[in-house]
Every structure is written in structure tokens, then in C-alpha cells.
């Protein structure tokens, strides 16, 4: 038995060939398929059958199939097809039927192909239909595999180990996100879906493994949009003795290895722009960004006059108390202003320390981290840094972040694990949706997951 995308590989062989020598071969074929249109020509019905991968035409004589057969040769019905591969006037390579079997019957008219599945909401309800009817879903949920698969095999030529670590957390960790609560009846405790596993994952590193990553699931308790759905895929990379611009290196590496592997061709079209990903990308401080396409600050300088960013701050309607820091300010502005506008690939860097609880001051200026954030199309995709590995600052910041509404939980277990030595690491979360929305060209998140959050 043959699938029809092995089928499709036969046809390359054949297509050149003149028609009469590819009857006089008698390739003899067995496939299954579900059919997806038919033309009724006299004693001929023509049908084309497909599966996840392609689709071929049927030829089908009426005087020498079953009446009962012929009943059942309906749009949507599963087919058994015994024939014989040949091309037509048209020069179409079809299969002339000799046996058909009936292997299931639907219940349920498909959509009109031609119409196709034009409703979002149903599209992402019925998602087996989209795929079924709609062609581009198809190909972009294909390409999906396909991008996942090739991260995998990139890092594990590259000597990455892949490892798995848990979904069920005591407490949230290694992000700030409001988590999804569940309870443990046996335990008698509340447990927590995890919003990142980074924590779990650097403990692995103090463990001793050197090259590690986790393609996991996260799941975030808040918003839905174009970029958000609460349960979300990512992949998280670290290695030891190395720093975040081993990670800005490595992404762009990844990112070219999928687009030759996939387009032959390191740039690609994201809503009707040209993106390319020539090496390297563009490098911006967070404050050279916002001086660059914000508009609204004169001279570099002015990011450092506290009384200027809360004034435009106030006119971006951006709410602040007293207690907030100036920086978080300035990154509030970063976002509104100046993300969606960085559509080349983008490294943004200088990173406040003050908002980045996890990573590493800078050697050379305390007041901002060795981070990165990686902007295409003006979405981020990653975010990377030289990690904390001082067990007493990292304690202080927990606990710092504690006494701020509850919103970021103290870690004790990895505390304790980095007094045992965390050796100097670095790390990259990549969020794979995104990433796939713009290899894809898709606006939204709910076209790269094959079954969305919905309400």
C-alpha cells in the first residue's frame, strides 16, 4: 500500500515520460485517499483523492465498476484504489481504478472546496476541516513539523542534549506570569503549570550537563491576542562557559538553517516586506531604539531625565505609582512605541537590570544586564542572557520581587542549588509560534496552533 505523497514521487519519475510507454510499464498501484472532488464525464467519473501530503487524479469506468460502488463514490468518503498509473490526453498522470473498495463513509457533507472554510472561529473549532479543505493550512502546519524538527536536528548536531523537565510546578518560576492553578488531591497542596522551566533547566546545568535544551509547553494564565495563547510553545537552550552573545550567534545560525533547509534562501515575504536575515542582524540598545523610531526624545541624553520620560509617559496614558522605577518606565515606552516597528531582525540589548531578575549585570555598567531580546516583524521571538549565578544577589532580588504584590514567587530549592555552583552559563528562550507566524506568513498566533484557546 502507498501513501499519495509516495505516490507524488513516483509521478516526478514519470512525468517526462511519453503516455504510451508509461501504460506499456504497468505501474501497478495500491493507495487509500479521501476524496476531495468529482467529474461525471459520460462512463467515466473522474475523482481526485488526497492525503496529508498531495493528491492525484482517479479515473473510474462506470461498466466495469459495481453499481454499489459507484454509489458511494461521494465527496469526503475514504477510498481503496488498485490501478494502473498512466497519463492522460491532457498529459495529467492519473490512475486507472481495477478494484475500488468503499473504506469509510461520512456522515457529514465537507464544505464546499471552492468556498473553502472562510470563518476564523470555525476554522480553529474544526480545524480537521480546515486542514482537509484549505491548502495553505495545510502547508503551514507541515511547515511546522518541519521547523520543529529542524531546530531539533541543528542542536543535536551541535552536540545539545535534549532533556525534559517538569509541567506540574510546586511553584511558578522563572518568569513573571500569573500561572494556572491546579490541586493535587493526593498531596493535598496546590500545584502550578509551569510559565517557563528555566529554573528546572539550570539546575541541570550545576548537575554538570554543558549543552542542553527543552522544546516544551508553557502555559500563561493571561491575555489572549494576535502574538498570545495561554498555552504556548517554546524552546529554552543553555550552555555553560559561554555569554549571551554566544546565544545572539546561535539563533541567527538556527534561524539561517531553517530558511535553506526550507526556502533555499536566507530571507522570506511576512505580510507582503521582504525580510532578510543576512548576518548579523541589526544591534540597538534599548535607548538608542526608542531614540531611533520613537520620535519623541531629541537626544540620547533625554533617556536619562527622569522628569521628561514620566511627561511623556503621561502623554502615551502610560499609569505608573511613585515606587516604580524610571526604567520600567522607559522599557513601558520601548513597548508602545518602538517594538512594532522593528521589522528587520533586531537585537535589542542593555537591557535595565532592574527588570531583568535573572541575568547578569554587565562587568563595565551595573545598571543594565547582559540581555538581549531578538524583534522581527515586529513581534518578539527571544530573549537571552548571561546568567546569575551569585546565590546571595539572586536571593536578594527574590525576595525584592516578593514584597511586590505576590506577583513573583521566592524559590528556595534554587537557591540552594546555586550554592553549589552554578558555572558561567548562558541561555536563549525562543518562542516557536512566533517564529513560525513570520516563516509562515501568518498574523496570528491561532493559525500556527492547531488547536487555539478559544472561548
Do not use: W
Not at 531546530?151 to 500561572?179: D, S
Not at 502623554?315 to 512605541?337: P, R, V
Not at 542593555?350 to 541575568?359: M, Q, T, V
Request: aromatic residues 10%; proline residues 3%.
Amino acid at each position: 500500500m502507498k501513501k499519495i505523497s509516495e505516490i507524488c514521487n513516483i509521478i516526478k519519475k514519470y512525468i517526462k515520460l511519453p503516455r504510451d510507454i508509461i501504460i506499456k510499464k504497468k505501474n501497478k498501484i495500491n493507495i487509500i485517499g479521501r476524496i476531495i472532488s468529482k467529474r461525471n464525464m459520460g462512463n467515466i467519473i473522474f475523482i481526485n483523492i488526497q492525503d496529508i501530503k498531495g493528491n492525484i487524479q482517479i479515473l473510474i469506468n462506470k461498466k466495469i465498476t459495481e453499481k454499489k460502488i459507484i454509489k458511494y463514490i461521494k465527496i469526503g468518503n475514504i477510498i481503496y484504489i488498485k490501478g494502473i498509473l498512466f497519463k492522460t490526453n491532457t498529459k495529467e498522470l492519473t490512475i486507472k481504478s481495477i478494484k475500488i473498495k468503499i473504506i469509510k463513509k461520512i456522515n457529514k457533507y465537507l464544505p464546499d472546496k471552492f468556498h473553502k472554510l472562510k470563518n476564523k472561529e470555525t476554522k480553529f473549532r474544526k480545524r480537521y476541516l480546515d486542514i482537509i479543505i484549505n491548502k495553505k493550512t495545510k502547508k503551514t502546519f507541515l511547515k511546522r513539523i518541519k521547523i520543529i524538527n529542524l531546530i531539533r536536528k541543528y542542536l543535536n548536531k551541535n552536540n545539545f542534549l535534549e532533556v525534559e523537565t517538569p509541567m506540574l510546578h510546586n511553584i511558578p518560576g522563572g518568569a513573571i506570569a500569573k500561572p494556572f492553578i491546579t490541586y493535587h488531591n493526593k498531596l493535598n497542596k496546590n500545584m502550578y503549570l509551569r510559565i517557563a522551566p528555566e529554573l528546572y533547566l539550570k539546575r541541570l546545568l550545576i548537575s554538570g550537563f554543558n549543552k542542553i535544551f527543552e522544546l516544551n509547553r508553557n502555559f500563561r494564565n493571561e491575555g489572549i491576542s494576535l502574538k498570545h495563547n495561554p498555552e504556548f510553545t517554546m524552546i529554552e537552550i543553555y550552555k555553560t562557559y559561554s555569554s549571551y552573545k554566544y546565544m545572539m550567534s546561535l539563533i541567527e545560525k538556527i534561524i539561517f538553517y531553517i530558511l535553506i533547509n526550507i526556502y533555499k534562501k536566507n530571507n522570506i515575504i511576512f505580510n507582503k516586506k521582504k525580510i532578510n536575515f543576512n548576518s548579523p542582524y541589526k544591534i540597538l540598545t534599548l535607548k538608542q531604539s526608542i531614540l531611533k523610531y520613537s520620535k519623541l526624545f531629541s537626544k540620547i541624553n533625554d533617556l536619562d531625565n527622569k522628569k521628561k520620560i514620566k511627561n511623556i509617559a503621561k502623554k502615551l496614558k502610560i499609569n505608573f505609582d511613585k515606587k516604580i522605577s524610571i526604567n520600567k518606565i522607559i522599557y513601558k515606552i520601548f513597548e508602545i512605541t518602538t517594538e512594532k516597528k522593528l521589522i528587520q531582525p533586531t537585537f535589542i540589548t542593555e537591557f535595565p537590570i532592574d527588570i531583568s531578575p535573572l541575568a547578569k549585570k554587565n562587568n563595565l555598567n551595573k545598571n543594565i544586564a547582559d540581555r538581549f531580546e531578538l524583534y522581527i516583524c515586529g513581534y518578539e521571538i527571544a530573549n537571552g542572557f548571561t546568567e546569575l549565578n551569585d546565590y546571595k544577589i539572586q536571593k536578594k532580588i527574590f525576595k525584592k520581587q516578593l514584597n511586590k504584590k505576590n506577583k513573583f514567587f521566592y524559590d528556595k530549592e534554587y537557591i540552594e542549588a546555586l550554592k553549589y555552583g552554578l558555572p558561567p552559563s548562558s541561555g536563549i528562550g525562543i518562542g516557536i509560534d512566533r517564529l513560525i507566524m513570520i516563516l509562515t506568513d501568518n498574523k496570528s498566533i491561532k493559525d500556527v496552533i492547531l488547536f487555539p484557546t478559544l472561548k
